[in-house]
């Protein structure tokens, strides 16, 4: 399932994290990409072990923690931490799949890439091209989304950046592992969910209402892997 999750940061926020981008040291794309990804991918990033990043890395974070339509539709257990990149003057990734284990820095841990997030640092009038294409059984999807907003997708799909041809193109972009991984299974916890919400909203806290609330946390019980 792919899901544009509205809002994870503020307007005044993207101003702030980009004032500190804007302040800081860039480097060639392909050191963070496999062999296949090194040879299709032409942008530049923030280094992985910058302290800025970190910081802002930590911004994002918390505030996707606090969003209710991430939550519900990611069941997050593990995050990477945010990485930030910057496409201009041609700069474009061809298609590739990303990686299906990261190593966390610091740590013994490894996580399974179950969802790619990428969170846009720029209005889409701001530049030309750029847009990122997911491909899945549908077909292929063209995102571009304004700033402060983020898209959420499976990892296992095929995607690349478009060309930039005018501007800049400033994103974040990271992995979550899932407590569900089987992308099926998440949907329909997340379907679920989001009826039981609404349910909640329209007639309260039914005997009915109560007993698919339970339902949902039998399945998530069934299909956790914590
Ligand atoms: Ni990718």
Redesign the pocket.
Known sequence: MMLHIPQVLTLDQVKQIRLKLEASDWVDGRQTAGEQ?AQVKCNRQLDENSVVGHEIGQTILSSLAKHPLFVSAALPHRYVMPLFNRYEGGGH?GF???GSIRSMPGSNLHLRTDL?CTLFLCEPEEYEGGELIVSDTYGEHEVKLPAGDMILYPSNSL?KIEPVTRGARVCS?FWVQSMVPDDGKRTMLYELDQNIQRLRQQIGDTAEVLSLTGHYHNLLRQWALV
């Open positions: 990804g990734y590739h799949v990303d790619s995607h972009f």
